[in-house]
């Protein structure tokens, strides 16, 4: 089982959609979790630090369910600049590391 | 969050030859971090650059083909050596904010293609 999954999509979706990835990982020790985002030929940026208690910064809302192991992230009102490739990310944060593990990332395409 | 610049942003080399990498932070940043993304791949940690002392390397990973420098809280140089055609990659640099969070934030990348 790989430590950080998420389906790859793509996720085809209309302006406006509101859509929702999930990223399961596999160490119940885990500290810390992100999601980034990537376009093409660039670097990734962090999107959103991910909380205990949920957060939400503007249309994007993360949520962390420790019980299943899953952290998931919602766009509403998709925009075509949101289109991207999305990355979820978590620090197992063992031993004083801070190692990130990448999931395979799910591409979005939001379309006019 | 600081500024991460990254040279050569590309390049194209020959197998047999090495190519070193220089990441520049426009701040003294506790911790720096070397990754690799292959070709339709996420990324993977290569080694956590120490400075003062000798890199952290990952699983599947060795100082000898990836010899990384550190000498100050700014700058690091990762050199993949013996390049074969399999190195191709983007290779990018990290720091950590040392926030509360542990955020990492990433230099442009340098896109390296082997012959």
């Known amino acids: 089982r790989k430590e950080v999954e998420q389906d790859p999509g793509p996720f085809n979706v209309p302006e406006g959609a509101t859509v929702a990835f999930n990223c399961t990982y596999s160490?119940?020790?885990?500290?810390?979790f992100f999601w980034y985002r990537q376009d093409c030929r660039k670097e990734p940026k962090l999107l959103m630090s991910?909380?205990?208690s949920g957060n939400e910064d503007g249309r994007f809302t993360a949520q962390l369910n420790r019980a299943s192991q899953y952290i998931s992230l919602l766009i509403r009102d998709s925009k075509l600049s949101d289109s991207a490739t999305y990355l979820c990310?978590?620090?197992?944060?063992?031993?004083?590391?801070?190692?990130?593990?990448f999931g395979t990332g799910t591409r979005l395409k939001v379309l006019a | 969050s600081a500024v991460i610049s990254q040279k050569p942003s590309r390049d194209i080399c020959q197998r047999g030859t090495s190519l070193t990498i220089q990441c520049q932070v426009d701040?003294?940043?506790?911790?720096m971090f070397w990754y690799r993304q292959q070709p339709g791949q996420s990324l993977t940690l290569i080694a956590t650059a120490n400075q003062g002392s000798e890199a952290t390397y990952e699983s599947g990973f060795v100082i000898d083909k990836f010899p990384i420098s550190r000498p100050n809280l700014t700058f690091s140089t990762l050199t993949v050596s013996n390049m074969s055609p399999e190195d191709s990659s983007i290779y990018l640099c990290?720091?950590?904010?040392?926030?509360?969070?542990?955020?990492?934030?990433f230099g442009p990348g340098t896109r390296l293609t082997v012959l």
């Open positions: 160490n119940s020790a885990s500290q810390s």
């Open positions: 991910v909380y205990s």
């Open positions: 701040s003294q940043v506790t911790m």
């Open positions: 990310v978590v620090n197992p944060g063992q031993g004083g590391t801070y190692k990130y593990i």
């Open positions: 990290s720091d950590l904010t040392g926030g509360l969070g542990n955020e990492q934030f």
